[in-house]
């Protein structure tokens, strides 16, 4: 394929505005012309019988392996929080933005509103929005030819975004490229721009979504290349590959992953410790956005201090952990990174959250700016906000940077011996209530036991607050009378069941769930 053919671009939208239902459009009308990627896999497909251009998209989130977007628009629910963010993404990047506004059928859809939003919001013209039902097709013809009109085709120079990386045990770090210009064939010696180091490609092909090898992949296709690299870390995401001896300027890539939320993780027992450090490594050769540190800790004994990209991601890190490696660890309620300054503390002004501004982007929406405290919207701010919001409101999120606060750091003690993985960070104004809050939470998530137990709270040695577990002798076979003996069995398995999930602290059992329940607000 000639490369003056060839064009990339995105499709992005904010969740349930129509990303899948249009990509499968296109797909019933290009055939194998158009080459789709999914976060992992690429599918080469059509674009009609005689026509030559080749289109390849992408459904998340290599924006930057792109031309052009489409910013798909609900013609119902108009510009949400993540259309602004994609928008953004996308300008900064100098693509160009194609405006879609889809579910024209709907009843209550208002193409005209949502029209009006985009002029207001973007500075996009109205005309250059496209209509469409990607539900019934209409007008999505119209859709791939603005695409061949107004996104231009890709460069000359072989240079290629690495989007993905993964680990295979036999053949070493397999990268996933798109291929911005040129082409690249097996036996070419390659750089990496981010290490500067070279590779000789011993293997590549398309991805479709599978690996199919061939000799030489082209401009605006998407495959993999395989060149003895050893670690992820070496073909990293958003880095860019060139020919030896043809530099080319680096691609804007993408934001270097950063950590913004921290968690401890500890094995349920130390006897598995081993086995949990294995299937850590493992996850983390096919995550390189995760970061990970050795810690240990009186109470959990040794364990590591990882980093995720948001909570979702240390979800998501966790099932696949406990799922794929029947690991059962125990993770410490999440925090942000703070810098800590050694300094008089009062002398500091200290804000929380800051309106930074505000626009209407019709009568019935604003848009509203603030700078948040991470740890103020890390845990549940989402489903709070979408709760109060009937569901209308709708949330994206940026790094601002460090700011000074005036923060203290609170202990708790059960029974008098103070928790590390408890100890957490607040804002000074909010030391007692935060306090209070959390003994209270940690009563309702730790079972009664033999003893009385103490919950405290304690800045430095004083303690600000307190509750009380009382003792409880628990027998399960107290409610058995005689002889049943199997209804007896299943009461001891049920129990037995229940401890497994406890996590023993001094001669305390504590829930694995309380590190991370006591700081939900309710
Ligand atoms: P995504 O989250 O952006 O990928 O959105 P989907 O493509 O999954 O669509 C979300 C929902 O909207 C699905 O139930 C679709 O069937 C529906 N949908 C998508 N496009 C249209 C459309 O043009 N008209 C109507 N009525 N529904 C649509
Ligand atoms: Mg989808």
Redesign the pocket.
């Known amino acids: 394929f000639p490369v003056e053919r060839i064009r990339n671009f995105s499709i992005v939208?904010?969740?349930?505005?129509?990303?899948?239902?249009?990509?499968?459009r296109l797909l019933e009308i290009t055939g194998d012309f158009l080459q789709r990627v999914t976060s992992r896999c690429w599918i080469n497909c059509r674009w009609r019988e005689n026509e030559e251009s080749l289109l390849n998209y992408e459904?998340s989130r290599s924006i930057s392996a792109c031309q052009g977007v489409l910013l798909?628009v609900?013609a119902n629910q108009g510009i949400q929080a993540q259309t602004v963010a994609n928008f953004y993404l996308a300008f900064e990047a100098q693509l160009t933005i194609i405006p879609v506004i889809?579910?024209?059928?709907?009843k209550n859809a208002d193409p005209e509103r949502v029209e009006k939003q985009i002029e207001k919001v973007f500075d996009i013209p109205k005309e250059e929005c496209i209509r469409?039902?990607?539900?019934?097709g209409?007008n999505v013809d119209q859709v791939l030819q603005e695409v061949v009109k107004r996104i231009p085709p890709v460069d000359d120079l072989f240079k290629a975004l690495v989007f993905d990386s993964t680990f295979d045990h036999y053949r070493g770090v397999v990268a996933n490229i798109a291929l911005f210009g040129g082409r690249v064939s097996r036996g070419d010696k390659i750089v990496s721009a981010h290490l500067g180091k070279s590779y000789e490609v011993n293997e590549l092909g398309l991805l479709r979504p599978d690996e199919h090898p061939t000799e030489t992949l082209y401009a605006g296709q998407v495959g993999y290349v395989i060149a003895g690299m050893k670690e992820v870390k070496e073909a990293q995401i958003g880095d860019t590959l060139y020919l030896h001896k043809q530099p080319v300027e680096a691609l804007p890539g993408f934001k270097p992953a950063k950590s913004m939320v921290f968690a401890g993780m500890y094995p349920m027992d130390q006897s598995e410790y081993t086995a949990l450090r294995s299937a850590v490594e493992k996850l983390m050769l096919n995550d390189s956005s995760v970061t990970v540190q050795k810690d240990s800790s009186l109470a959990l004994g040794a364990g590591w201090r990882l980093g995720f990209l948001g909570l979702l991601h240390m979800e998501v890190f966790n099932q696949r952990l406990e799922q794929e490696y029947n690991a059962s660890v125990i993770v410490t309620a999440p925090t942000v990174p703070y810098k800590a300054v050694l300094a008089s503390a009062k002398l500091i002004k200290s804000r929380r959250a800051v309106q930074k501004n505000m626009f209407y982007i019709d009568e019935h929406r604003v848009m509203i700016k603030y700078i948040f405290p991470l740890n103020e919207i890390v845990v549940d701010f989402y489903d709070q906000l979408k709760s109060m919001s009937s569901g209308y409101a709708s949330f994206d999120y940026e790094d601002a940077g460090y700011e000074a606060a005036d923060l203290i750091k609170m202990d708790f003690l059960l029974n008098g011996r103070p928790v590390e993985e408890l100890a957490t960070i607040v804002h000074k104004d909010k030391a007692y209530s935060a306090g209070k809050a959390i003994c209270e939470r940690l009563k309702e998530s730790i079972p009664r036991q033999m003893f009385e137990i103490a919950v405290q709270a304690a800045i430095g040695s004083k303690i600000i607050a307190r509750e009380t577990i009382k003792a409880y002798r628990k027998n399960v076979l107290a409610k058995c009378y005689g002889g049943d003996v199997t209804r007896k069995m299943k009461l001891l398995k049920k129990q037995a069941e229940g401890k497994k999930k406890l996590r023993r602290i001094g001669n305390i059992d504590v829930p694995k769930d309380a590190f991370i329940n006591v700081l939900k607000r309710k």
């Open positions: 939208a904010h969740i349930d505005h129509g990303k899948s239902t249009l990509a499968d459904v798909i609900d889809n579910k024209i059928d709907l469409i039902s990607a539900k019934l209409t």
